[in-house]
């Protein structure tokens, strides 16, 4: 089997690096957590929003 090496892309050569976060102190509650944002991330979290 041929192995490639991964082609680079435009998307990874032109985005800004992630901004670093502080890590979350004591308890926090919620009702939802949507974990991701691919399509089913996204249109829950819309759905939510517009549910209120």
Known sequence: MIE???V???YAASAN???VRPALR???EADVC???A???GLSTA???AEAG
């Open 4 to 6: 490639y090496p991964p």
């Open 8 to 10: 680079p892309s435009y």
């Open 17 to 19: 690096s992630a901004p």
């Open 26 to 28: 004591g308890s926090c």
């Open 34 to 36: 949507v974990v991701g």
């Open 38 to 40: 691919g399509y089913t």
């Open 46 to 48: 819309l759905f939510l």
